[in-house]
Structures are given as C-alpha cells and as structure tokens.
C-alpha cells in the first residue's frame, strides 16, 4: 500500500513505496557551496553507505556537488521521506560539528522524481554522474573526488 507523506517531503500526489527508484535532488542552504571542500562532502557520503548498510535503501548513483546533492535510490522497507530526513538531518550534525558551527546545512524540503519502469535507469544515472562535468568543474567525471555508482 502506498506510504503518503507529509507536505515537507514528496510532491502532492507522489508517494514512496518499497522497491521504487527516485531521483532526488537536495540543496545546502542559501546555497552556499560548502561540498566544494570535498573533506565535508566525505561527511555526507558516510551517512549514504551508512543507510544502505542499515537496509534503508540501496543508492544506485550519486553526486554530491558544492551546493546541492543528486542521488538515484531505490528505497528497500523506508519511506523515501524517512531516508530524505536521515540524511540530511545525520550530515547536518556531522558537518556542523566538523566546522564548529550550529545552524542548517540544507534547505527545506527536496525535489523527487519517481522513476518509471520503462525508463533506462543507467543512462539517468550517467546523467546524475556528469553534473560536474556539465557545470564546468571538472573534464571527465572521473576527475571529480565526489560522485558513485553501483554498477562500477
């Protein structure tokens, strides 16, 4: 059965069920690009291997870029907004504590995308990979220190 959630995560209309694929994208406050210190993005990816370790969701691809984060999930028994919250709330305490500093590290809310069976999602998730490529901050992806894929 679907798991509708509240109006702070999932689009109206959107639910999140077990097994599903979604493209989420999550933005640092005021967009300040703290992730362009790649030691702080390291703190975000732990919680993301965290997570799928606990059995939350399995993170098919990911790319976390100095202001904002993109990932490709497909939740196992969460709700996508249980998995959303956990990541942003345990990376926000582990980035404020790094850099000594209270107060939040993303903005409200996120943007979700449900993956359709019939889409390729290898080429959204070649898609995801070549954010830096595409914003000027590296040639080829492999250049870049914050991005991965299961299929590697």
Known sequence: MPVFTNAGSL??????????????????????????????GRLVVRELRELEAEGWADF?????????MHYLLQLRDRTLADVVCRIKSRSSLAVNQTLGRRGRLWQKGYHDRAVRKEEDVKDLARYVVRNP?????????????????CWL
């Open 11 to 40: 689009r109206i209309g959107r639910f999140s069920e077990p097994g599903g694929i979604y493209l989420i994208t999550a933005v640092v406050h005021q967009r300040q690009p703290l992730f362009a210190d790649w030691r702080l």
């Open 133 to 149: 490529v595409r914003a000027g901050l590296v040639e080829r992806v492999h250049d870049y220190p914050l991005w991965d894929a």
């Open 60 to 68: 098919l691809t990911w790319v976390l870029m100095p202001d904002h």
